[in-house]
């Protein structure tokens, strides 16, 4: 199994263009989430999904869209890029969602110009 | 709002010693308790789930417990090894806003551990 697989590692956008961080997992994994890490904030919960065509916003969801048409992949939109979305972000899955560990990605550093 | 403490946020110790990280919250209605290594440049690997109902796990060098009433737990490590240097982070689980589930995270304690 390859765990949880995060594209691209790396990305630099210059302000107001639009992305796509993608995550998939082959663990046949329920729950999905999106997290950012910052310095000095730790990590903070984006957008989640207890299940294929469900979604559900986290702390932090201004400015991020998400949609999860399958059960292996949970993909995170940009949609107008701004310096304050310069972070890391973290995709993170288990098979249930209140007694199962989270299994995370690697992450994709983004910077945005 | 639950909010997730470490202290400290760095420490550095010899080779072979025993050592504690601490972790406090503010809100003790928690599902559980995940610590997380963190090494740099890589994602979180989970060390040890404590479901609420639990007091502690072990995985071999390593004890967590939980005291959810005081919102306390802590990571016992044994016999530290130069391959233990990394960031621990403590997350609870608990209902969020709307019925959802949150992880809420510490900022971590990054450990040294020096040959």
């Known amino acids: 199994n390859a765990g949880v697989t995060q594209t691209p590692k790396f990305q630099v956008l210059k302000t107001g263009q639009s992305m796509t961080l993608q995550c998939a997992q082959d663990?046949?994994?329920?729950?999905m989430s999106w997290y950012r890490q910052d310095p000095g904030m730790g990590l903070r919960l984006i957008h989640y999904?207890?299940?294929?065509?469900?979604?559900d916003q986290g702390e932090v969801p201004n400015g991020y869209n998400v949609s999860r048409s399958t059960t292996e992949d949970f993909p995170l939109r940009l949609l107008s890029a701004a310096p304050s979305q310069t972070s890391v972000y973290f995709c993170?899955?288990?098979?249930?969602?209140?007694?199962?560990?989270?299994?995370f990605g690697d992450g994709t550093r983004l910077s945005i110009l | 709002k639950q909010e997730v403490t470490q202290i400290p946020a760095a420490l550095s110790v010899p080779e072979g010693e025993n050592l504690v990280l601490n972790c406090s919250f503010t809100d003790s209605a928690i599902y559980n308790l995940q610590w997380f290594r963190q090494d740099p440049g890589k994602g979180l690997t989970s060390l040890l789930l404590i479901q609420s109902s639990q007091r502690e796990q072990t995985s071999g060098r390593l004890n967590a417990s939980l005291d959810k009433s005081s919102g306390r737990s802590t990571l016992y490590i044994a016999a530290s090894q130069p391959g233990d240097s990394a960031t621990y982070l403590c997350?609870?689980?608990?209902?969020?806003?709307?019925?959802?589930?949150?992880?809420?995270f510490g900022k971590g304690t990054k450990l040294s551990v020096i040959p």
């Open positions: 663990m046949n994994h329920e729950y």
């Open positions: 993170a899955s288990s098979y249930t969602v209140f007694d199962q560990p989270q299994h």
């Open positions: 997350a609870v689980g608990a209902r969020g806003g709307a019925g959802s589930y949150q992880l809420t």
């Open positions: 999904s207890v299940g294929a065509g469900i979604t």
